[in-house]
T-cell receptor
């Protein structure tokens, strides 16, 4: 089955700097890669996602890149702000039949701390 | 913004007791999921549910677990005889692939088995 590895487990950045989180996956059939942000006391919330037919996607200060050949994808946060402090999870799924659309393999999570 | 709600936020139960974790998915969603996260470990898929039946389940989801959508709005996870190793955060999620493909997660229920 699919296995997703995520690094680093913790990331401390100065406000205004960039943060990068990297994930690798094992199953070449995976074709959908969401990133979730989890704040204290809340459930995971989707912040950006990418499908396997796209190499890069950007939404304001966040971007995700995907390298299908190497089976890795990364989250980039630019101009970090204190409110970016949270746990970030990468995930992978194989979206074939609609039953599988919500079945994810998650990475272990990255605790991001943005210091003012 | 629509949201998935879970109750209770924290449940403490004695080993061997039955627990029911409740979720109210977003109203027009069609697919429902339970995940769990044991402290310090990854979020793990438990089960998916569609059209009033289980569509897929993981190895974790053994005979001690069951899911139900009793009234068209609630989606429940029952653990019949809890074990210490069932202590975890349990997340419910729902999705409507016909509209938005995003999976919405609830805030979780922390289950502590003592």
């Amino acid at each position: 089955g699919e296995n997703v590895e995520q690094h680093p487990s913790t990331l401390s950045v100065q406000e205004g700097d960039s943060a990068v989180i990297k994930c690798t996956y094992s199953d070449s059939a995976s074709n959908y890669f969401p990133w979730y942000k989890q704040e204290l006391g809340k459930g995971p919330q989707l912040i950006i996602d990418i499908r396997s037919n796209v190499g890069e996607k950007k939404d304001q200060r966040i971007a995700v890149t995907l390298n299908k050949t190497a089976k890795h994808f990364s989250l980039h946060i630019t101009e970090t702000q204190p409110e970016d402090s949270a746990v970030y999870f990468c995930a992978a799924s194989m979206r074939g039949g609609t039953d599988s659309w919500g079945k994810f393999q998650f990475g272990a999570g990255t605790q991001v701390v943005v210091t003012p | 913004e629509p949201e998935v709600t879970q109750t209770p936020s924290h449940q403490v139960t004695q080993m061997g007791q039955e627990v029911i974790l409740r979720c109210v998915p977003i109203s027009n969603h069609l697919y429902f999921y339970w995940y769990r996260q044991i402290l310090g470990q990854k979020v793990e898929f438990l089960v998916s549910f569609y059209n009033n039946e289980i569509s897929e389940k993981s190895e974790i989801f053994d005979d001690q677990f069951s899911v139900e959508r009793p009234d068209g709005s609630n989606f429940t996870l029952k653990i019949r005889s809890t074990k210490l190793e069932d202590s975890a955060m349990y997340f419910c999620a729902s999705i409507n692939p016909e509209r938005r493909t995003e999976a919405f997660f609830g805030q979780g229920t922390r289950l502590t088995v003592v």
